[in-house]
Nanobody, 120 residues
Framework: QVQLVESGGGLVHPGGSQRLSCAAS?????????????LGWYRQAPGNQRELVAA???????NYTDSVKGRFTISRDNAKTMVYRQMNNLKPEDTAVYYC?????????WGQGTQVTVSS
């Protein structure tokens, strides 16, 4: 049962921006449960393992992997059970399928992901 649904991907030129959204099923999480979860954005490029690139705590504090610091911003809206990721100054190496999940992740939460392709 898919509980997290990602959207907002697509083709973008190098240097461009893109916003990803992740909707969590309220029937599964509920606003209270969602609001106390540590959440994150993961990505998997072809031939690579899935990696955590951005995380947000229940109190709103954030952490980023070095490769995306200063370019990616993760945010959350607990009332809407949504997680967002704003990506600026995109690079070809950001090309990957992006997923949201809890931190640490739970296998039962993986969705289909959303493909982000950075190419001229």
């Amino acid at each position: 049962q898919v509980q997290l649904v990602e959207s907002g991907g697509g083709l973008v030129h190098p240097g461009g921006s893109q916003r990803l959204s992740c909707a969590a099923s309220r029937y599964i999480f509920g606003i209270t449960v969602f609001s106390i979860k540590h959440l994150g954005w993961y990505r998997q490029a072809p031939g690579n393992q899935r990696e955590l690139v951005a995380a947000i705590s229940p109190d709103g504090s954030t952490n980023y992997t070095d490769s995306v610091k200063g370019r990616f911003t993760i945010s959350r809206d607990n009332a809407k059970t949504m997680v967002y990721r704003q990506m600026n100054n995109l690079k070809p190496e950001d090309t990957a399928v992006y997923y949201c999940n809890a931190v640490p992740y739970a296998d039962r939460y993986w969705g289909q992901g959303t493909q982000v392709t950075v190419s001229s």
